[in-house]
């Protein structure tokens, strides 16, 4: 009788706790229980788009995720259509994103582009990113200082190819162009693959590379590396100088790559991704997977990121306005 007694009391107290809009404390943990998107913004191939693929490979091999986790590719206007389908998908704990800087430069540059990072959830700051300044093997140029020279003696005759106007590598430009009081074109291609070509063809004479995609082509001898793009060198690029190692003093911001979700997702949730996200970088995989690719692993929390969204876009304001480019926000 008492067993029966305590156990209606607590039934009872399940069901006030119910009414009252207050989950019971054996259902607070959140556990997914049908398959997950990882939404990315460019398409197969593009550098959001691999990370993404890695990542889930990795958390199917390590046995991290209860369900299947699918990448979903949302490419179009920068960042805004996945960011808007994310949007779309408010409360949803089974939708992510894979987002990097140009998720915060978008809303920066672009009227239209309404969705700021912090409008969604931040989950994890997951990698810093170099990049190389490259030129073709038998280009004339032998250091950037050369390029440069030449971009003085023939004003806009050069050309650098690039993603749209608000990537990362057309702001290095005109950053360099406002420091050095040179002028080039910028020759905007929609996917990585038509931007290398154009390199390799010898229709631009410039192109900023992940490392990752350019160690393939260094060792084929397809390429050279002009300088690096980062506070410090990288040990496969050691005989590399960093820009201001080859003597332009411009400052520049770190491509970072990480995760989130939409607006309002449950305390819960994060938890459970903060968690997913933790035993992600500890894995020996992750290292492997770092050190290829020669990316920074430099994991933030779900608080910490938020936190480090708000300063990032601060930082890259501030640069996009020095670099003479229109901000809207």
């Known amino acids: 009788m008492k067993r029966q007694l305590n156990r209606r009391h607590l039934l009872g107290a399940a069901a006030a706790l119910a009414i009252a809009g207050v989950s019971p404390a054996f259902a607070a943990d959140f556990v997914p229980t049908r398959p997950l998107e990882l939404v990315v913004h460019g398409g197969p191939g593009s550098g959001n788009d691999l990370l993404a693929r890695a990542v889930v490979a990795m958390i199917d091999q390590a046995k991290l995720s209860p369900v299947r986790i699918q990448v979903v590719n949302k490419p179009g206007g920068g960042s805004t259509n996945a960011s808007s389908y994310l949007l779309s998908k408010k409360g949803d704990p089974n939708t992510l994103g894979i987002f990097t800087s140009v998720w915060i430069i978008d809303p920066l540059l672009q009227e239209a582009a309404t969705t700021r990072l912090n409008d969604l959830t931040p989950v994890a700051r997951l990698i810093f990113e170099p990049a190389l300044v490259t030129v073709r093997a038998d280009s004339p140029f032998q250091s950037l200082g050369d390029f440069i020279a030449a971009a003085k003696a023939k004003p806009d005759q050069l050309k650098q190819s690039g993603g749209n106007a608000s990537s990362r590598e057309n702001i290095l430009r005109q950053q360099l162009m406002g420091a050095t009081g040179t002028s080039w074109a910028f ?143």
Do not use: C
């Not at 992940?210 to 690029?237: M, N, Y």
């Not at 305390?267 to 500890?282: G, H, I, N, Q, S």
């Open 187 to 329: 020759v905007s291609f929609p996917s990585g693959g038509e931007r290398l070509s154009a390199l390799l063809g010898g229709h631009v004479d410039i192109m900023i590379l992940d490392p990752s995609e350019a160690t393939e082509l260094i060792r084929g001898g397809k390429i050279r590396v002009l300088a690096q793009i980062g506070e410090k060198r990288l040990p496969a690029f050691k005989d590399v100088p960093t820009l201001a190692e080859a003597g332009f003093n411009v400052e520049t911001f770190a491509q970072t790559r990480g995760i989130l979700g939409p607006p309002d997702m449950a305390p819960e949730v994060v938890a459970y991704y903060d968690k997913l996200v933790a035993k992600l970088v500890a894995l020996p995989a992750w290292q492997k997977y770092v050190e290829e690719n020669h990316f920074i692993s430099a994991p933030l929390s779900s608080a910490e990121t938020r936190k480090f969204v708000v300063d990032y876009e601060d930082q890259i304001r501030d640069l996009l306005k020095q670099a003479g480019m229109k901000v809207v926000r």
